[in-house]
Nanobody
């Protein structure tokens, strides 16, 4: 069983930056693909960024160049750094751990509000 706890959300001004963290416990963190997804009010959940166990990263087009996902396997933590934030980045951001066997786990989410 993997537990994920996100932190770092809050109210940010347009153009600002923030770093989300997701601390994992249980399981073997280093073998998981870690993902950040978000869900804005009234919209479907969407994948923002992912990082494999080998460190390969992938980003949603709209955050490419503004987001950086990273992981620290020693700390069992994955991060999402976002810059040049826009109002459309407002959402609840969820951390997801995808195990090699296909089972995934979710955090409870952290709210990011980008205010103009």
């Amino acid at each position: 069983q993997v537990q994920l706890v996100e932190s770092g959300g809050g109210l940010v001004q347009v153009g600002g930056s923030l770093r989300l963290s997701c601390a994992a416990s249980g399981g073997i963190f280093s073998i998981n693909t870690m993902r950040w997804l978000r869900q804005a009010p009234g919209k479907q959940q969407e994948l923002v960024a992912s990082i494999t166990s080998r460190g390969n990263t992938n980003y949603k087009d709209s955050v490419q160049g503004r987001a950086t996902i990273s992981r620290d396997n020693a700390k069992n933590t994955v991060y999402l750094q976002m810059t040049s934030l826009k109002p459309e980045d407002t959402a609840v951001y969820y951390c997801n751990a995808l195990q090699p066997n296909g089972i995934d786990y979710w955090g409870k989410g952290t709210l990011v509000t980008v205010s103009s």
